[in-house]
């Protein structure tokens, strides 16, 4: 297992609005200057409530910021096996609230393909996704400190692959996902967290964070040359101390 512990900065708000606000404005700006940079950016969206919210904040955020949508390229950072018009799906999700509120062209809007078998869509979203890195890789945290659908205590932490089916512990159970090397090789990671019940698990991400031995999914995101933030709300970073020291 990679032992390597990058950097994370905190940025905490007051409650959940404050923080889809202040997570939207920072994506809108890291997307812009990405665009400035290199003429586009890729931007992997995740699925969950969290993440939602800000998507909603998002698309005001990136008009008042000048972000050019037809320069934005949107992949997944996971997929739940369904078809996309499913409630489950995180296509349907990040497209309702976001990608059609947005002028980003159709064809730089990159879905997995949940309605293939998961191995399929996998291969065929790792030749979709390529290899150059993410600018923008956003996440949410589930209570067991999962990231995309990356669970704890499964070999899909462990593989190469950038793209790979893997199973939920929970329903929808079978999903697709980019693998660990692909968040890790991304110049900004985002990892947005909400609420009591997550506040045991970011505390235990830090703590494995700070003593140089990640093992949950969302201690293991480390980007190598890029940056990582962690967005909370004052009730998911409860348990930490005043002012965290990361
Ligand atoms: C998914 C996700 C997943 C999600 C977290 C947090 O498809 O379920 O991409 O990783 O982001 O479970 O979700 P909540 O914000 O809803 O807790």
């Known amino acids: 297992m990679d032992g390597r512990v990058s950097p994370v900065r905190i940025h905490r708000a007051v409650d959940p609005a404050a923080l889809a606000e202040a997570a939207a404005d920072f994506v809108a700006d890291a997307l812009r200057t990405a665009i400035e940079s290199r003429g586009?950016?890729?931007?992997?969206?995740?699925?969950?409530?969290?993440?939602?919210?800000?998507?909603?904040q998002l698309a005001d955020a990136a008009s008042s910021r000048g972000v050019d949508w037809s320069r934005v390229d949107a992949f997944f950072g996971d997929e739940r096996?369904?078809?996309?018009d499913d409630a489950a799906s995180n296509y349907r999700m990040a497209k309702e609230s976001l990608l059609e509120r947005v002028p980003i062209p159709p064809s730089r809007v990159h879905r997995i393909h949940g309605e293939l078998p998961p191995a399929d869509a996998a291969h065929r979203y790792a030749a979709v996704l390529g290899t150059d890195p993410l600018d923008v890789a956003l996440l949410g945290m589930g209570e067991d400190g999962h990231v995309a659908s990356l669970?704890?205590?499964?070999?899909?932490?462990?593989?190469?692959?950038?793209?790979?089916?893997?199973?939920?512990p929970f329903a929808p159970h079978p999903r697709i996902t980019v693998g660990l090397s692909v968040l890790n090789a991304s110049r900004?990671?985002?990892?947005?967290?909400a609420g009591a019940a997550k506040a045991s698990r970011v505390e235990q991400v830090l703590q494995e964070r700070r003593a140089g031995r990640p093992v949950l999914p969302a201690a293991r995101v480390s980007p190598e040359t890029g940056e990582l933030y962690l967005f909370?709300?004052?009730?998911?970073a409860g348990l930490l101390a005043p002012r965290p020291d990361e």
């Open 151 to 168: 669970f704890p205590g499964t070999a899909a932490l462990d593989s190469p692959a950038t793209v790979l089916p893997t199973v939920a």
């Open 40 to 56: 586009l950016a890729r931007f992997a969206l995740s699925g969950g409530s969290t993440p939602r919210a800000t998507y909603e």
């Open 188 to 193: 900004l990671v985002v990892l947005l967290v």
């Open 81 to 84: 096996a369904v078809p996309p």
């Open 232 to 236: 909370l709300d004052e009730a998911a």
